[in-house]
């Protein structure tokens, strides 16, 4: 049974490959420039970012579930990653998800640590996805709401998440 529910920000409810590319015109993953990230999050970047499409209708969806819902982000391994969950923390209270527990890991590969059998996460990277999974916990490629909220109710008819 899933009891715990470990949301992603990036990717999944704040709109971060959106909010990089407007300013520097390529993807975070794909800019040979590091100097980019460091003044992306000295302009508060993370706390300025849009929230992903169909935000409100996930996190309504996720509400109505009989789990515990958590924030399971990354803020990196990079000398500024202080800044980074700060900012992140503070985007979380600016859209109405600060009073959930927050957890910033430091590395992907990282989130597996919060694993077991009766946790999700909800994630849109593989390398987060796929050792969460190997480590016992359920987990779910986020690609769109409509999907992620399919998976959700799939899960929920097998008795794996009540609602």
């Known amino acids: 049974m899933i009891n715990n529910i470990y949301l992603d920000m990036d990717g999944v409810i704040a709109n971060f490959d959106k909010g990089y590319s ?3 015109g390529l993807n975070c993953r794909d800019d040979p420039d590091d ?3 460091y003044e992306f999050v000295a302009n508060n970047g993370f ?3 849009e929230t ?3 935000f409100s209708l996930l996190i309504d969806k996720l509400k109505t579930l009989k789990c515990t819902l958590n924030i399971l982000s ?3 391994t990079r000398s500024n990653h202080q ?3 700060e900012q992140k923390i503070k985007w979380l209270e600016k859209n109405g998800l600060g009073h959930l527990h927050s957890i910033f890991t ?3 590969l990282e989130k597996s640590n919060y694993a077991n059998h009766s946790s999700l996460l909800i994630d ?3 390398p987060c996805i796929d050792p969460f999974k190997n480590k016992g916990g359920y987990g779910i490629l986020h690609q769109t709401v409509s999907q992620t909220i399919n998976q959700l109710d799939c899960l929920k008819k097998k008795g794996y998440i009540f609602e």
């Open 35 to 37: 100097n980019h990230w």
């Open 47 to 49: 706390y300025n970012l």
């Open 106 to 108: 430091r590395t992907k």
């Open 124 to 126: 849109d990277s593989v």
């Open 74 to 76: 990354c803020a990196g």
């Open 83 to 85: 800044d980074v969950k």
């Open 22 to 24: 407007a300013i520097y």
């Open 52 to 54: 992903c499409d169909e």
